[in-house]
């Protein structure tokens, strides 16, 4: 197949179900047909074609991303729900030779365009609104990357994931490669724990390994999640931005409970996915920790001048180095043809590390903010807010302060709000929200939360 999945796993497993949907299922050797015709379909318009694909949780893309990575064809991947505007800004941007969506394929042109040899992938770094950057990764990151996740998680070939998150984002991605290169199944699906459908979807179909991000979680616990007996689920992940510390207890307790496994883990689309993971023995003793770097990487911290810090519990910039740190960032298609690849990733995360070596991320060097004149770490205002028994949404920039509650807590939230941050009421406002607003990767929506907090500020 590729050197992400190697071809013996899939002749192995050639009669197990491969992929299964709401629709149907997919066993090894039907995924290995369907990736040839896609071959042969990408394969007839120019040499090395750039595809774009909407990633949707179906065969037909899935065997789309397959058939680019065995053939060496550098794929786009973007969220499904993408706009039309959203979908024409990125043909603009990158110049895609195909476009795959909506199960057809469209010629857009047959120039040939200048594409490093290396790359093979890109992500965005925006969710679902088709802004920002994309992360160019190659055949060796993902590669690396599955192999380390596979190192530390015990996917095996009798294992069966059940993976709601979008394909086109990195965790999700990263669940797709890892269980595939192992031969175990995929059990793909568009219900959420709202739907009946999905609980009886996991009680009854063998699902043996879940994974999400915090929101997901928070609403699996809400749902009453860890009441659930699940004899077969084996072990459930947690990545995609930090999980509140109650939450991280109350599923390690489950897990010690009912012998399962917790695995708490940290990563990037700019290293393929994973950097680090909590040994699941320790979950219960740090639950806000992120735990140590994973197989082939390693972790550490420099201060603001760029000096690595020795001392545990110092805060600094959190600093990666592996093999699967990616080959740089893509605006448009001026910038595929070269890449100059660091060998250390600067994460942008602060964090420290304590007397076991374990991790602790605590927040972005980005979410810090000036009011007054004085620095103001949005994180840990939400931390301060936490340890108060309110759940808040704190974004900001500089001279201006938004923080997103509940309707039921604006009062409370307005008082703490004025005890914990000294600066003129000008710079604050506090939101309600009944929901907090995600982007599509689930992760909280802070740009959205900024938007509201700026017109309810200058509406008056």
Same mark, same amino acid.
């Given at each position: 197949?590729?050197?992400?999945?190697? =071809?013996?796993?899939?002749?192995? *497993?050639?009669?197990?179900?491969?992929?299964?949907?709401?629709?149907?299922?997919?066993?090894?050797?039907?995924?290995?047909?369907?990736?040839?015709?896609?071959?042969?379909?990408?394969?007839?318009?120019?040499?090395?074609? /750039?595809?774009?694909?909407?990633?949707?949780? *179906?065969?037909?893309?899935?065997?789309?991303?397959?058939?680019? /990575?065995?053939?060496?064809?550098?794929?786009?991947?973007?969220?499904? &729900?993408?706009?039309?505007?959203?979908?024409?800004?990125?043909? !603009?941007?990158?110049?895609?030779?195909?476009?795959?969506?909506?199960?057809?394929?469209?010629?857009?042109?047959?120039?040939?365009?200048?594409?490093?040899?290396?790359?093979?992938?890109?992500?965005?770094?925006?969710?679902?609104?088709?802004?920002?950057?994309?992360?160019?990764?190659?055949?060796?990151?993902?590669?690396?990357?599955?192999?380390?996740?596979?190192?530390?998680?015990?996917?095996?070939?009798?294992?069966?994931? /059940?993976?709601?998150?979008?394909?086109? @984002?990195?965790?999700?991605?990263?669940?797709?490669? !890892?269980?595939?290169?192992? &031969?175990?199944?995929?059990?793909?699906?568009?219900?959420?724990?709202?739907?009946?459908?999905?609980?009886?979807?996991?009680?009854?179909?063998?699902?043996?390994?879940?994974?999400?991000?915090?929101?997901?979680?928070?609403?699996?616990?809400?749902?009453?999640?860890?009441?659930?007996?699940?004899? =077969?689920?084996?072990?459930?992940?947690?990545?995609?931005?930090?999980?509140?510390?109650?939450?991280?207890?109350?599923?390690?307790?489950?897990?010690?409970?009912?012998?399962?496994?917790?695995?708490?883990?940290?990563?990037?689309?700019?290293?393929?996915?994973?950097?680090? @993971?909590?040994?699941?023995?320790?979950?219960?003793?740090?639950?806000?920790?992120?735990?140590?770097?994973?197989?082939?990487?390693?972790?550490?911290?420099?201060?603001? @001048?760029?000096?690595?810090?020795?001392?545990?519990?110092?805060?600094?910039?959190? /600093?990666?180095?592996?093999?699967?740190?990616?080959?740089?960032?893509?605006?448009?298609?001026?910038?595929?043809?070269?890449?100059?690849?660091?060998?250390?990733?600067?994460?942008?995360?602060?964090?420290?590390?304590?007397?076991?070596?374990?991790?602790?991320?605590?927040?972005?060097?980005?979410?810090?903010?000036?009011?007054?004149?004085?620095?103001?770490?949005?994180?840990?205002?939400?931390?301060?807010?936490?340890?108060?028994?309110?759940?808040?949404?704190?974004?900001?920039?500089? *001279?201006?302060?938004? !923080?997103?509650?509940?309707?039921?807590?604006?009062?409370?939230?307005? %008082?703490?709000?004025? %005890?914990?941050?000294?600066?003129?009421?000008?710079?604050?406002?506090?939101?309600?929200?009944?929901?907090?607003?995600?982007?599509?990767?689930?992760?909280?929506?802070?740009?959205?939360?900024?938007?509201?907090?700026?017109?309810?500020?200058?509406?008056?």
């Amino acid at each position: 197949m590729s050197v992400v999945f190697p =071809e013996d796993v899939f002749a192995c *497993n050639s009669e197990k179900a491969a992929l299964i949907t709401d629709e149907g299922s997919c066993s090894y050797a039907e995924l290995q047909r369907h990736i040839a015709e896609w071959q042969e379909k990408l394969s007839s318009t120019v040499e090395r074609p /750039l595809v774009a694909l909407a990633m949707c949780g *179906n065969v037909d893309s899935v065997s789309c991303y397959l058939a680019c /990575l065995k053939s060496g064809f550098p794929v786009v991947l973007f969220h499904p &729900g993408l706009s039309a505007a959203g979908q024409q800004a990125l043909i !603009t941007r990158l110049t895609p030779n195909l476009l795959v969506a909506d199960n057809s394929l469209t010629v857009k042109h047959q120039r040939c365009i200048p594409v490093a040899g290396e790359l093979a992938l890109l992500l965005t770094t925006s969710g679902s609104t088709g802004g920002g950057k994309f992360v160019a990764l190659s055949r060796e990151n993902l590669a690396a990357n599955t192999a380390s996740i596979c190192g530390y998680l015990p996917v095996t070939s009798e294992d069966k994931t /059940l993976l709601t998150m979008p394909l086109s @984002y990195s965790y999700g991605l990263s669940v797709l490669n !890892t269980h595939l290169a192992k &031969g175990a199944t995929v059990r793909l699906t568009s219900l959420t724990p709202m739907d009946r459908a999905f609980w009886t979807l996991l009680k009854d179909e063998g699902v043996t390994s879940l994974s999400g991000v915090p929101s997901f979680y928070e609403m699996l616990l809400r749902l009453r999640f860890n009441r659930q007996l699940l004899p =077969e689920l084996a072990y459930f992940t947690q990545a995609g931005g930090k999980l509140k510390e109650a939450g991280v207890k109350t599923l390690a307790e489950y897990a010690d409970k009912h012998n399962k496994q917790c695995f708490i883990m940290y990563g990037q689309t700019e290293t393929t996915a994973r950097m680090a @993971y909590l040994d699941p023995h320790t979950v219960l003793r740090k639950p806000s920790a992120a735990g140590k770097a994973i197989p082939g990487g390693k972790l550490s911290l420099c201060d603001e @001048y760029g000096l690595l810090i020795s001392e545990p519990g110092v805060t600094g910039e959190l /600093l990666y180095e592996g093999k699967n740190v990616m080959l740089g960032y893509v605006s448009d298609h001026t910038d595929l043809a070269v890449f100059s690849p660091s060998a250390v990733l600067h994460t942008g995360d602060l964090a420290f590390f304590d007397e076991d070596g374990d991790y602790t991320i605590t927040g972005r060097l980005k979410r810090i903010i000036k009011l007054a004149g004085e620095r103001v770490n949005l994180d840990g205002l939400e931390a301060l807010f936490a340890e108060q028994g309110l759940e808040v949404k704190v974004a900001g920039e500089d *001279n201006f302060l938004v !923080t997103a509650c509940r309707e039921s807590e604006m009062s409370e939230a307005e %008082s703490r709000l004025k %005890s914990l941050v000294s600066a003129p009421p000008a710079y604050l406002t506090v939101r309600a929200f009944s929901d907090w607003p995600l982007l599509g990767n689930g992760k909280t929506d802070y740009q959205a939360i900024l938007k509201a907090g700026r017109d309810k500020h200058d509406n008056g």
